[in-house]
């Protein structure tokens, strides 16, 4: 595994773990309640234990290693799922087949967030650009969005 792959993922579990313990010790139950869902506010402590059990993993240089083959699992896919403790090559078909399934249902729901025409405000022209955050790793991924000041333009 890639340098570069360990510090990306340790980092991101890193953040992530900080901003979900910050968001148990701050938000109200009933804030919690709406927030989770269906799921009670237990998924997050799940969350949390699953990241320190990777970061521990990464520590004790484990982290990443096929429970089959003791190979280390392919850097795209652990920044994809930093969960994963197999290797593609071990998936069965019908496995790959869910895989790229899921992976095809996230493009669909994300790109039906985005807006689909840009909004029009007397003033302003705005052109917009999207490309999805390459570390997929992250629980929630974090895409960004600025705006750039330019010269006024007067129809
Ligand atoms: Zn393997």
Same mark, same amino acid.
């Given at each position: 595994m890639?340098?570069?792959?360990?510090?990306t993922?340790?980092?991101?579990?890193?953040?992530?773990?900080?901003?979900?313990?910050?968001?148990?010790?701050?938000t109200?139950d009933s804030?919690k309640?709406?927030r989770?869902?269906?799921?009670?506010a237990e998924?997050v402590?799940?969350?949390?234990?699953v990241?320190?059990?990777?970061?521990?993993?990464?520590?004790?240089g484990t982290?990443?290693?096929?429970?089959v083959c *003791?190979e280390?699992v392919?850097?795209?896919?652990?920044?994809?799922?930093?969960?994963?403790?197999?290797?593609?090559? *071990?998936?069965?078909?019908?496995?790959?087949?869910?895989l790229?399934?899921?992976?095809e249902l996230?493009q669909?729901?994300q790109?039906?967030?985005?807006?689909?025409?840009a909004?029009?405000?007397?003033?302003?022209?705005?052109?917009?650009?999207?490309?999805?955050?390459? *570390?997929?790793?992250?629980?929630?991924?974090?895409?960004c969005?600025?705006?750039?000041?330019?010269?006024?333009?007067r129809?």
């Amino acid at each position: 595994m890639e340098h570069e792959t360990i510090e990306t993922i340790k980092k991101g579990l890193g953040e992530t773990r900080e901003h979900l313990t910050q968001w148990i010790e701050v938000t109200p139950d009933s804030k919690k309640r709406v927030r989770c869902g269906s799921e009670n506010a237990e998924c997050v402590e799940e969350h949390l234990r699953v990241i320190d059990e990777s970061l521990e993993m990464l520590e004790q240089g484990t982290f990443g290693i096929c429970e089959v083959c *003791h190979e280390h699992v392919d850097d795209g896919l652990l920044r994809m799922d930093y969960t994963s403790s197999v290797c593609l090559s *071990h998936f069965t078909e019908a496995e790959l087949r869910q895989l790229e399934s899921e992976l095809e249902l996230s493009q669909i729901v994300q790109r039906g967030l985005l807006p689909q025409t840009a909004p029009d405000i007397p003033g302003l022209s705005i052109a917009a650009f999207s490309r999805p955050a390459q *570390h997929r790793y992250r629980s929630a991924d974090l895409d960004c969005c600025d705006c750039f000041g330019g010269p006024r333009l007067r129809p």
